[in-house]
């Protein structure tokens, strides 16, 4: 009776196990980005944006995401390639100027145009146009 007993304790202690000490969060591996941009590593851009946003980011995971940028175009290239660089891997994230790119983002040609904006285009704010008749004296 006691062997049974005994048995029956290891069975139960078995099956029990599994569920007391349950399944372990997996760790989640560390993943580095690479940040690549056009501009020195002494810029405004860099330093109060890039560089604090990239710090921002790993102190938010907890040290899971880091961004290693490369400035000055590091990883080669010329500065209207950088979209295709992230297309194709050799970054994972970029900071470019739209206007690098001519013609490959139509929509963003509207800021910038270097002509005035037309009349239904022009924010609310703007100064109306003077009347062509004058002020009809």
Not at 56 to 67: F, M, N, Q, T
Request: aromatic residues 6%; charged residues 20%; glycine residues 8%.
């Amino acid at each position: 009776m006691v062997q049974r007993r005994h048995l029956l304790g290891l069975a139960s202690a078995a099956l029990a196990a599994p569920a007391l000490l349950g399944p372990r969060p997996a760790r989640a591996e560390e993943v580095t980005l690479r940040l690549h941009h056009f501009l020195p590593a002494v810029s405004n851009v860099h330093r109060n944006f890039l560089a604090p946003w990239a710090k921002k980011v790993e102190e938010a995971s907890a040290g899971r995401l880091k961004i290693r940028i490369f400035p000055a175009m590091q990883l080669g290239g010329a500065p209207p390639q950088l979209y295709d660089q992230a297309r194709d891997g050799v970054a994972d994230i970029i900071w470019t100027l739209p206007g690098y790119t001519a013609g490959r983002f139509p929509a963003s040609r509207r800021w910038s145009c270097p002509s005035p904006p037309t009349a239904a285009a022009r924010p609310m704010h703007a100064p109306p146009r003077p009347s062509p008749r004058g002020t009809g004296r």
